[in-house]
């Protein structure tokens, strides 16, 4: 495999300079800076405002590379956005500083091809272009060892996969949504150019995402994950239904208390998500309406190679970038014998028409391998419903998907709504009721005896 | 390495650790310098570095001696700075440094002590840095960091060149080009 493309400002990976064997650039152009790692110049680069960024370019060919690094161009344009008003749109302008500069000039000067630098040599800063520019290789996307089935019952799916809890592709169920062949690009465009989406922390109009899509360099791209797009557009809300295997919501008794449950997805090719649990022990279910996504999971017991989590389970040390995963752990662990993930480890290409299972406490990482759009939803069934209120009873601090005042109400308001359905005067699904029932009757015995024991040791 | 007994010059530091309340271990680590000097220290005060607690042995039993914890790559002066740190950041925890500097001047930035604590020498500022990163203080990491920022702020290119040792590489028209592109931070 040989990287050929070289990098816009002419950056060097760090292993060139023992090849060349000249690092006065560095020495020269950094001077005293010159002995701290290239991680801590970004550091305290990262105190700048964007008129000092800009103006370190001009100290030196180091600085000029250090000043010009998209990464900090993005911080500075959503610190910009965020503290100007409360939901400002981006209008990317083909990178980030000069995105910034046409936010804070009336007439943005022309900007210049990048002035080529000899013999500068950084791992730090060559990253990015190589995760952007890097191919996403055939190996990557061979193995399909999740199945796939068409005509699933809602008792068979219980029990083939919702109870043993494994993941499995259903084949017949998106190409019967009206969003199937319908949504794409243009039409999106189209039909819903003015629509507020937000992406990473920061909105967009569907015009503006679709052009940033378009026009970005990023190694993390961002990417549309929508939690309010049923509720503000009734249109696309229409297009799509919630899989009869999947239809339990149980949450859906909190009414507009609950946690946050369907996002509408939409990314470039390589955006996607880094390996994760999903929120508050729920399942889901990820439906592709245009593009494909690879995905990589492993099993509740199972932590991926390359992924540290806190053990408070709040916090999580992993490769930012989906790409830096799959070049560093992948493979090497795809081709050990020995390796303890061989045979834990699923995967497979989800394309336009299909869904994915993803049961609850299920380790994923997700790859768009094309401009994707996705649908996806959490929910809690009557299969799963023991392990959300064992959630929320022990973990408490590691809710999400709701503001941090109502998080620690949760468990006790879930389990006044489920009472509530248990003993309702209406006949409606009688089968449900029971097993809530016996599910909630259960967890309340455990939880006694749970603390009965507690205070015995105590 | 051999280890020798912190001299006179750090006794002031001693007689501090003993005083500290000690809420959770009466334990103490003994941090030792590149030179070999050592250092005792309240096991909380040392565990603000992160590559500190990873190499504390948590099996010693509780009256055993002070464990030691080498650390080759600090020198006994930024040692003693790094630690006077630590405690002070036990006992007032640093604020958040706001990003961008809202000042050129750190006082305006930080509490106090702190803001004094890096009024040091460029030199002696380079090496807590260093210290801060290998020791993996992440505070102490930031106020240092924050500190080189703000005497960059505000300075023209020749002063900042001159105050760091840095050589202008660019050719005049090079120069020319990149001003003209940044001619937008001119605009009111």
């Known amino acids: 495999f040989s990287f050929t493309m070289s990098h816009p400002y002419g950056i060097k990976p760090l292993g060139m300079c023992y090849i060349e064997g000249n690092d006065q650039c560095r020495r020269n152009g950094l001077g005293n800076f010159s002995k701290l790692n290239d991680e801590t110049l970004l550091n305290i680069f990262s105190y700048f405002g964007g008129k000092t960024l800009a103006k370190m370019a001009v100290i030196s060919k180091a600085f000029y590379v250090f000043s010009h690094f998209e990464e900090l161009w993005k911080v500075q344009v959503i610190e910009l956005l965020t503290s100007k008003n409360d939901s400002p749109t981006i209008n990317f302008n083909k990178s980030w500083r000069s995105t910034f500069i046409s936010l804070c000039s009336k007439h943005p000067p022309p900007l210049h091809n990048p002035i080529q630098i000899k013999n500068f040599y950084s791992d730090v800063l060559y990253q990015p272009f190589l995760c952007f520019n890097s191919p996403v290789k055939a190996e990557y996307l061979t193995t399909e060892n999740i199945d796939r089935v068409s005509d699933l019952s809602r008792d068979k799916f219980i029990t083939m996969y919702e109870i043993p809890n494994k993941p499995v592709i259903l084949t017949d169920v998106v190409n019967r949504w009206k969003a199937a062949g319908k949504w794409d690009e243009e039409f999106l465009e189209t039909f819903h150019g003015e629509m507020k989406v937000h992406a990473g922390g920061v909105n967009f109009t569907m015009k503006s995402y679709l052009k940033y899509a378009e026009e970005m360099k990023d190694d993390v791209p961002l990417y549309v994950f929508d939690k309010k797009f049923a509720s503000k557009n009734q249109s696309l809300r229409d297009d799509y239904f919630v899989p009869e295997v999947f239809s339990d919501d149980l949450f859906g008794l909190l009414g507009d208390e609950r946690p946050d449950f369907r996002w509408l997805i939409i990314g470039p090719k390589k955006s996607g998500s880094s390996f994760h649990i999903d929120p508050n022990g729920t399942s889901a279910w990820n439906a592709v309406i245009k593009g494909a996504k690879k995905w990589v999971l492993f099993p509740p017991s199972c932590v991926p190679p390359g992924i540290h989590p806190s053990t408070d389970g709040l916090d999580l040390a992993a490769p930012v970038s989906i790409m830096e995963w799959f070049m560093n752990y992948y493979q090497t662990h795809k081709q050990k014998n020995s390796s303890k993930f061989k045979g834990k480890m699923l995967e497979c290409v989800v394309k336009e028409g299909e869904v994915l299972f993803v049961p609850r406490g299920w380790w994923h990482c997700v790859l768009n391998l094309d401009f994707t759009i996705a649908i996806t939803q959490n929910f809690v069934s009557r299969v799963n419903l023991s392990y959300i209120l064992n959630f929320l009873r022990d973990n408490p601090s590691n809710i999400s998907g709701l503001p941090l005042s109502e998080r620690p109400l949760l468990y006790e308001k879930f389990l006044g709504e489920l009472k509530s359905f248990v003993e309702g005067k209406n006949s409606s699904d009688t089968i449900l009721r029971n097993e809530v029932r016996r599910t909630v009757e259960n967890h309340r015995k455990k939880s006694k005896t749970e603390r009965k024991e507690k205070k015995e040791q105590a | ?188």
């Open chain 2, 1 to 188: 390495y051999t280890t020798r007994q912190h001299n006179l010059a750090n006794f002031s530091i001693r007689i501090i650790s003993e005083m500290v309340e000690t809420p959770k271990s009466t334990k103490t680590l003994s941090l030792v310098s590149q030179e070999g000097d050592c250092y005792d220290v309240p096991i909380e005060v040392a565990k603000m570095s992160e590559l500190v607690k990873t190499m504390i042995d948590n099996d010693l039993e509780d009256d055993a001696e002070a464990q030691e914890i080498p650390l080759p790559n600090v020198r006994s002066h930024t040692l003693v700075k790094v630690i006077e740190f630590c405690k002070q950041n036990t006992e007032d925890p640093m604020n958040d440094i706001e990003k961008p500097l809202k000042s050129a001047n750190i006082h305006e930035v930080v509490q106090e002590w702190y803001a004094n604590f890096v009024q040091v020498e460029q030199e002696h500022l380079f090496e807590l840095i260093l210290a801060g990163n290998y020791m993996d203080i992440k505070p102490l990491l930031d106020l240092t960091c924050a500190t080189v920022a703000s005497m960059i702020k505000g300075k023209t290119p020749e002063e900042i060149r001159k105050t760091f040792n840095i050589v202008n590489d660019f050719t005049p028209e090079e120069e020319a080009r990149i001003r003209e592109e940044n001619k937008w931070c001119e605009e009111v």
